[in-house]
């Protein structure tokens, strides 16, 4: 896999697409402005019932923040569907996939892809592996080149201990509500930042204990990648292992971290 691929789809594409992480954002509009009162003070039009809406997103953001600044962890199953919409020479696709997931604050992530095959990405101290077992091959890069690759992801996962600092709430509208987030909370945000890759991001959470239920990462260009989590673990006991990973000896292992001065990889 060249680097030259990322910047070309904008989006993390592992081994024919069977591995999606989607980059990420697009920078929040300015908050529309109040509605002028009417001759008699009250506001115009539909005002009150959209200021209700906002307000209670607002309240969720709160909650969902004040939630996830207490976990440092989680585990869990995941089905996988990214939505690509045609560009130019390529008609839209549809990839999915389902695994396992881990993530600890702030960076340390482990995707062990079981269909439609066994693919896996860890980050460690500083690297991201990405290991093919089919092909008995494995690659290093360093993480800062992955940095956008993995970020929606890792937003939508860490993020949520920081909602105000790197995101603009919006009210949910009706296309946000699928059939995955039924009965769920449904939040929805827009990074401050301008970025390439993160137009909207809409979560789900379990209205009684706040947990994550899944999420959908919808790129500038209308990408879509929804991730459904399945029996989440919040803060789980994690071995020292969770996020290390050696190549076997017979595995062609080629490392693309750039060498220190002394000839060892950074």
Known sequence: MKPSCLSRRLV???????LLLLLGAVPLAAAPAAPAPSKGGAPAGPAAPEAGVQAESAALAAKVQARYQHITSLAAVYHRK???VATGNDSERTVEGEGRLLWARPTSLRLEQDEPRKELIVTQQGSVWWVRPQRGRADVYPLDR???GLRSLMDALGGLARVDESFTVEAAAEEDRTPASAGQNVLVLKPKEKRADLKRLVLWFNPDDMVLQGFRIISLIGD???YR?????VNPSLSADSFSYQAPPDYKLTDHRPLAPSGEPR
Do not use: A, H, K, Y
């Open 12 to 18: 993390l594409t592992l081994c024919g697409g069977s």
């Open 82 to 84: 990214s939505t690509f």
């Open 146 to 148: 992955f940095t956008s």
């Open 224 to 226: 879509v990648t929804e």
């Open 229 to 233: 989590l399945e029996q989440v673990q």
